[in-house]
């Protein structure tokens, strides 16, 4: 750990991140920035962002900067029903936004695929968990089950077109407009008060599970809720259930997920820096009757909690002249860097460095100089 001192602390995280991650049997996933076009365009419903920057090579072949790391995972698993693949990442996905343009997004992320069980999901959960501790003390974990939202729409008859609809009510916690909504589509009034209890579901886990189980009306809600309960109380065992709520308003990213969904909050940071979940579907998309779960830290925000917590370009700037000796000053500034110490040398401070000390070279050595930063 000495080696990665003088580096930023997000970049002390994401090092000790990936320690974590190959401590639990992880590996190191490498994919290139480009994929051939038809890859996302087949499969544009699994893209959190499905505009996508392309451009043909020397063959006349569309290709694509990747958006997207867990898709090439998915199609590429050496993964079988006998054999698992646990796989970490940390890529860019490049993606283009209308009002910010092409945007390049750093990710750190790990996926699980193979068959999955209660023990399995909870590893993967007990890592986001880690991974939350490591960024910051004061965190959150929420939970959420696709399933729930599926089996009770198809339960009511509620159709594709207003199911959509629905659900980003649900997300946006915009229940008046979810009431309106249903009532527009003439749902009777004891179904659509059902669908707007469920969507105010959350809180403590343990007591929203048991708020959920009086909402359930199909066997499908009823075990979404046995598998939330089974991975909670593995995670319960395991010392990591703290921070965790359920959060039935997260039906984010359907199309993606079709299981167990999850997000981690950090103080100080407004958005999820962490989403994850179950995504089977993507899978057997691909021909693999395979199960698949995992998530992914966003970078970009590690960037924003901790800017400007550094006060200090360097620990110590030492100044020199032309008739230093070359060996002393080098020795002098080694003396310091094989103790911690980040040490710039330069023939005059610059005026844009800012320095924890400021030190002049001579025969006699360091000494502190004036004008100290």
């Known amino acids: 750990m ?25 590996r190191k996933y490498r994919m290139g920035k480009f994929e051939e076009y038809d890859v996302y365009m087949e499969n544009k419903n699994f893209l959190r962002n499905p505009n996508i920057i392309t451009f043909r090579d020397l063959d006349g072949r569309l290709l694509a900067l990747k958006p997207d790391v867990t898709l090439s995972i998915a199609k590429n698993t050496h993964a079988t029903a006998q054999s698992s693949e646990r796989v970490y990442y940390q890529e860019n996905v490049y993606w283009l936004e209308k009002q910010s343009g092409c945007r390049e997004i750093g990710q750190l992320g790990l996926e699980y695929i193979g068959r999955l069980d209660a023990m399995s999901s909870c590893e993967v959960l007990i890592l986001a968990q880690k991974t939350l501790d490591a960024i910051g003390e004061r965190h959150m974990m929420q939970l959420s089950h696709i ?14 077109a207003l199911r959509q609809a629905l659900l980003e009510c649900v997300h946006g916690k915009r229940l008046h407009e979810l ?15 059902l669908v707007v209890k469920a969507a105010g579901l959350n809180g403590d886990l343990r007591e929203t599970l048991s708020e959920a189980r009086r909402v359930a009306i199909s066997g499908g809600m009823t075990e979404a809720l046995d598998e939330l309960e089974a991975v909670y109380g593995l995670l319960e065992q395991a010392g990591c259930a703290d921070g965790l709520k359920l959060d039935f308003s997260l039906v984010n990213d359907s199309d993606y997920y079709d299981g167990l969904i999850f997000q981690g909050f950090v103080e100080g940071v407004p958005r999820a820096l962490l989403n994850g979940g179950y995504y089977g579907r993507l899978l057997r998309k691909f021909g693999r009757e395979l199960d698949a779960i995992g998530f992914a830290v966003y970078l970009n925000e590690l960037d924003l909690l901790f800017r400007g917590q550094r006060p200090t370009d360097v620990d110590a700037l030492i100044l020199y002249d ?47 100089a004036d004008g100290n930063a």
């Open 2 to 26: 000495d080696l990665i001192r003088g580096l930023r602390r997000e970049e002390q995280i994401v090092l000790e991140l990936r320690d974590l991650y190959e401590r639990y049997g992880f």
């Open 147 to 160: 399933g729930f939202w599926v089996s009770l729409l198809d339960g009511l008859g509620i159709g594709e």
């Open 179 to 193: 009431r309106e909504l249903l009532e527009g589509a003439s749902v009777p009034p004891a179904a659509a008060e």
């Open 322 to 368: 032309g008739s230093t000796d070359f060996n002393s000053l080098m020795n002098a500034a080694n003396t310091l860097r094989a103790a911690g110490t980040r040490v710039r040398l330069e023939r005059s401070k610059p005026d844009n460095i800012r320095c924890g000390a400021v030190y002049r070279f001579s025969a006699d050595g360091l000494k502190e």
